[in-house]
């Protein structure tokens, strides 16, 4: 018999998404973005992601059993993601959940989106080469854990203590007066520029702040200088040198990413270090990372761009593994958790 098929729901963020899994063989991956509802306000609007989840939410669950070839009434177990992310909009995904597995009959799993990062690559490349490292880097998130078992046992090594690393990028982006979402504009921009051009700050890497942040990061301060450069130039009349400051700041963010989860796998002793989120599209960062997991030792797996940014697959993947590890479902009860730790 062949393995369950899982629909995953994910509506953290601004991506409707919705995706189908048997196993570890992905059959669907729809998402429906309202990235550009967002962009004159140069972030997500949680009140207007809300209501975007909400109108796509039938039509991209219809697309995606279109894609997979199967009815609703297929389906054997319910994933979503329960958390974390922004309320108004985990709710609109968990309460669709919720009905569509009352009305089918079938088990509900509430699934945390962090794992569920992690999860998706089992459907790029096969089974996760667990125990193992994973750098998880978008808008909303930035953190370093530890997998033993991506159902059952996850560990968080460090996180943010201030903004996302794709936070800052579009923060920065803004700053120099590039359009949101700021990632992929700064990763163009600083192409053209020099990447030493300006020393700009690595947080939490000084001697002092290791002891108790050793795996953590802090991107505010970054943001900071950034700004008070621009300011600078500006006070001084001379135009803002956009792709030297583009360049220097993506340096210095991908310095710290890479040097960090490099020390985790280290210390660790982890063989394999997974890579997820939006911001891993960015080149540079990719190009530090193989570089520096290349010398110490460790092979690492980056997921097709697709599958790293926000989507619905990527939940129906940890939902198969969840359901495979035997573990029981969720409550009808379930709800949604901002603040749902990993
Ligand atoms: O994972 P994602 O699609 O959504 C969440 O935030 O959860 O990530 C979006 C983030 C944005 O902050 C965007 O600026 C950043 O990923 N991003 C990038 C690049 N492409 C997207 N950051 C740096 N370089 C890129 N090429
Ligand atoms: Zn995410």
Sequence with gaps: ASAPLVLGIETSCDETGVG??????????????????????????????????????????????????VTLADVDAVAVTAGPGLAGALLVGVGAAKALAWALDVPLYGVNHLDAHVAVCALDGGPLPTPCGALLVSGGHTSLLHVVDVASDVRLLGETVDDAAG????????????????GPAIGAAALEGDPTAIAFPRGLTAARDLERHRFDFSFSGLKTAVARWVRACEAQGRPVPVADVAASFQEAVCDVLTRKAVDACRTHGLEHLLLGGGVSANGRLRELLAERCAEAGIALRVPRPRLSTDNGAMVAALGAHVVAAGLPPSPRTLGGDPSLPV
């Design 167 to 182: 936070e800052a990028f579009d923060k920065t982006a803004r700053l120099l007066g590039l359009p949101y979402p700021g």
């Design 20 to 69: 189908l899994v048997r196993g570890t063989t992905l059959l669907a991956d729809v998402v429906a973005s309202s990235v550009d509802e967002h962009a004159r306000f140069g972030g997500v609007v949680p009140e207007i992601a809300s209501r975007a989840h909400l109108e796509a939410m039938v039509p991209t669950l219809r697309r995606a059993c279109d894609e997979a070839g």
